[in-house]
């Protein structure tokens, strides 16, 4: 688990984060939401140890984080960010980069390793990409490959900023549903979203951020009805009832 107490974090001349306190909780699916600029991607590389803070404590099952390695915080938490680049090896070849805090130099990967790398390319429909070069695959199938990148880690906490990029509504809502079952699995997962449509749907608990501050922590019941979404992003939201749950949508 990893918890925020009090963080603050920002750039040389820009503080951005102010007095966070969130946990990541295992068994969960928690979906960070706001407007562009507000800090959700710096509160992701913050609390993965990518972005020192300024102020505050981030603890990784208790110990403070910079009490931990590199490769020990690797072991624990994927961090899965909105751009990469697009090395020209084959997409079996980048999953298993997820296997990096795992291995001693010189790296040499094991059974085990091909074994996790298999499982997790089936998680994300792309088992029929293994061979293919990643720059022959398109910005959807290529996001495909990273998160089975991060999911062959296999950490109890998975940070992802914006999954869904480039990928067409049916691979988003593939991704959604496995983060779903990643959390029934006993995981943490976190979400940076900008489709507050799917946040309200698929995310267990969401975190509204403005200004780099949570401006509301909640669930989709909770976070609908207290109107702070609405303010911070600028719009109106409405719902339907069906017999799936409640769908939400912009007015």
Not at 59 to 72: G, I, R, W, Y
Request: charged share 20%.
């Amino acid at each position: 688990m990893i918890r925020l107490q009090n963080l603050c974090a920002g750039y040389p001349g820009r503080p951005v984060l102010q007095d966070i306190t969130l946990n990541f909780l295992p068994g969960e699916v928690l979906a960070i939401i706001g407007p562009n600029g507000c800090g959700k991607s710096t509160l992701l590389r913050t609390a993965n140890g990518l972005l020192a803070k300024t102020a505050g404590q981030v603890f990784l099952d208790e110990a403070p984080l910079e009490a931990l390695t590199p490769k020990q915080i690797a072991q624990k938490t994927a961090y899965l960010p909105q751009s990469r680049a697009v090395p020209n090896i084959t997409a079996q070849r980048m999953v298993l980069h997820g296997r990096f805090p795992y291995l001693s130099y010189p790296r040499r990967y094991r059974q085990q390793d091909y074994e996790m790398v298999q499982k997790a390319l089936s998680w994300v429909g792309a088992t029929l990409l293994a061979d293919r070069p990643l720059p022959q695959l398109s910005g959807g199938q290529r996001q495909k490959i990273y998160l089975a990148m991060a999911l062959a880690q296999n950490t109890e906490t998975i940070l992802m900023d914006e999954p869904t990029t480039y990928l067409d509504v049916s691979c988003q809502l593939e991704v959604m549903a496995l983060s779903r079952r990643l959390a029934e699995e006993g995981k943490a997962v976190v979400l940076v979203l900008h489709d507050l449509c799917l946040a309200l749907q698929y995310a267990h608990r969401i975190a509204v951020m403005e200004n780099g501050r949570i401006l509301q922590t909640g669930t989709a019941e909770e976070v609908y009805l207290g109107k702070q979404l609405e303010q911070a992003m600028g719009i109106t939201l409405g719902r339907v009832e069906t017999s799936l749950g409640y769908r939400y949508f912009y007015k």
